[in-house]
């Protein structure tokens, strides 16, 4: 069964330092998702990615966040300053279609700790 | 966007069978309930989605009134591989593909030997 890939699971980091979070999503799907959780908190929406370009965002994905698919399979969070306060668990999901958009595809997530 | 209100916990045994209920009572009439489960350091994943009446696929059964103001999500004989945390949501399925979904708490799941 196809599978939506995240690598590194674990990731550490120095506060102010850049990290890159990547995904490989289900190979023929068109819409891309970042979501965050906070340990012993909710899932949190981040963005949503179609067709090389950012669909929504939510508040939480400021201007230290961005987005890539910079080839045809990989798909990228970028935080570019990091802070104690995004230490958190986070899950790339993608979609086939609208018409099946609520059944959203996740991988198995990056844990970020960020010292 | 519909608010949901789940239990925050429930416990069981293997082999019941647990019913977990979800309320949403300014459910639109575009908005289709969803239930995810998510274990413990993993990403959620879909379980079951619907509009009405009944649904019915290998993991789960979902029921839905009439009224559909409320779910229930019906998982048959429990296993302690089912102890995780299930996840209520509403949303309209015309919303384009490009709307992140909304969790709330869940309903934290325990089953005991």
């Known amino acids: 069964e196809p599978e939506v890939t995240q690598t590194p699971s674990h990731q550490v980091t120095q506060m102010g330092q850049e990290v890159i979070l990547r995904c490989v999503p289900i190979?023929?799907?068109?819409?891309f998702y970042w979501y965050r959780q906070i340990l012993g908190q909710k899932v949190e929406f981040l963005v949503s990615f179609y067709n090389n370009e950012i669909s929504e965002k939510s508040e939480i994905f400021d201007d230290q966040f961005s987005v890539e698919r910079p080839d045809g399979s990989n798909f990228t969070l970028k935080i570019r300053s990091t802070k104690l306060e995004d230490s958190a668990m986070y899950f790339c999901?993608?979609?086939?279609?609208?018409?099946?958009?609520?059944?959203?595809?996740f991988g198995p997530g990056t844990r970020l700790t960020v010292l | 966007l519909a608010k949901t209100t789940q239990p925050i916990s429930m416990d069981s045994y293997e082999g019941q069978e647990v019913n977990i209920t979800c309320s949403h009572n300014n459910i639109a009439t575009n908005d289709y309930i969803t239930w995810y489960q998510q274990f413990p350091s993993q990403g959620p994943r879909f379980i079951i989605q619907g509009y009405k009446t009944k649904v019915t696929n290998e993991v789960a059964s979902l029921f839905i009134p009439a009224d559909r103001k409320s779910s229930t999500l019906s998982l048959p004989r429990v296993s302690l591989s089912d102890t995780a945390v299930y996840y209520c949501l509403v949303g309209d399925m015309g919303g384009g593909g490009a709307d992140g979904l909304t969790f709330g708490k869940g309903t934290h799941l325990i089953i005991q030997p």
């Open positions: 999901a993608s979609i086939l279609l609208r018409s099946s958009y609520n059944e959203q595809f």
């Open positions: 190979s023929n799907h068109l819409y």
